[in-house]
């Protein structure tokens, strides 16, 4: 294992500093406009209660909860704790957004308005429906719901007339120039890229402010390498939708500020031979994914089913 791993894997020791502020605005959240989105809500009277759509007796109304049919009731803590599973430093960080940065917080809010595309670019025809993305990143491959959601309440992430997930490919400057493919059929697997996509880019999450880029050879590997080390700071997180090294190439032109590339590769011939091309040409590490996975979204549901 690398040793960025390494100090990757120590991070989550830091979200045990929740501070009593934090703590404070997370029981303080109003959990009928966080929950917007991200579940079905139903209106049940003027007084601003809602119930969730498959619970009828799971009561919110601002930052409380009560389940009359299980006899508990809570803060937006506790909820998050008792319906998601969250421990309780997942649970304020989640409530409190703290998992993204403040620049992928603008990104986000820049893209939740109005998604800006490229004269030179078409997206696939978008349809509103995710259902089939969401049960495919979420039941197959383990991705984490609250990642999901965030990402696809933001245009992040969409899903296509056919079915597919769309990753859209997001410039610096908050243009979409091309997009990732990815199937949602189990039995069938689909890979791509948009037709007219732009030469050296690729889908990408910025964390902080970037010093490391970590590469991966889809968008899937890069969100399950994110869900494993949700802590991960100044990190500019990459899928180059396959192993390509003019897309390693093409951030490191855009980001002078990145001193460290990793490879997070698939653990085959292939991944390595990349390696060894890349190290020829620039300085970079490989970052496997651990115990022998595939991948890293191979080494994601191995974690999560124990």
């Known amino acids: 294992m690398s040793k960025l791993a ?50 009828d007796s799971l009561i919110i109304r601002g930052s409380f909860y009560w389940w009359n049919s299980r006899g508990i009731e809570g803060n937006a803590i506790d909820f998050m704790q008792v319906y998601y599973g969250m421990d309780f430093k997942t649970a304020v960080a989640d409530l ?10 603008k990104r986000l809010e820049s893209a939740t308005n109005t998604v800006q595309v490229s004269k030179e670019f078409s997206l696939p025809t978008i349809q509103k429906d995710m259902r089939r993305t969401f049960a495919y990143l979420i039941k197959t491959r383990c991705i984490d719901k609250s990642i999901v959601q965030n990402l696809a309440k933001e245009k992040l992430m969409m899903q296509d007339e056919r079915g597919n997930i769309v990753f859209p490919w997001i410039t610096n400057n908050r243009e979409v120039v091309g997009a990732e493919l990815n199937g949602t059929l189990t039995d069938k697997r689909f890979k791509g890229v948009s037709e007219g996509s732009e030469y050296g880019y690729g889908y990408n999450i910025s964390i902080g402010t970037p010093k490391r880029l970590c590469v991966f050879e889809s968008a899937i590997d890069l969100l399950s390498f994110w ?27 855009r980001y002078p500020s990145l001193t460290e590339i990793h490879l997070g590769v698939d653990n085959d011939i292939a991944g390595k031979t990349f390696i060894e091309s890349v190290q020829t040409k620039i300085k970079a590490s490989p970052m496997l994914p651990p115990n022998q996975c595939k991948d890293w979204n191979d080494y994601l549901k191995q974690k999560s089913q124990g």
């Open 227 to 253: 869900n494993i080390y949700k802590g991960v700071q100044d990190v500019l997180l990459v899928s180059m939708a396959g192993l390509k090294e003019e897309v390693i190439e093409g951030f490191l032109k």
């Open 96 to 105: 409190t957004n703290s998992s993204f940065s403040t620049d992928t917080k």
């Open 6 to 55: 390494d100090r990757f894997r120590e991070i989550p020791k830091h979200l045990q500093q929740v501070t009593s502020g934090q703590a404070e605005q997370a029981r303080n959240t109003n959990l009928v406009e966080f929950l917007s989105g991200r579940e079905d809500l139903v209106k049940v009277d003027n007084h601003g209660r809602y119930r969730l759509k498959d619970h």
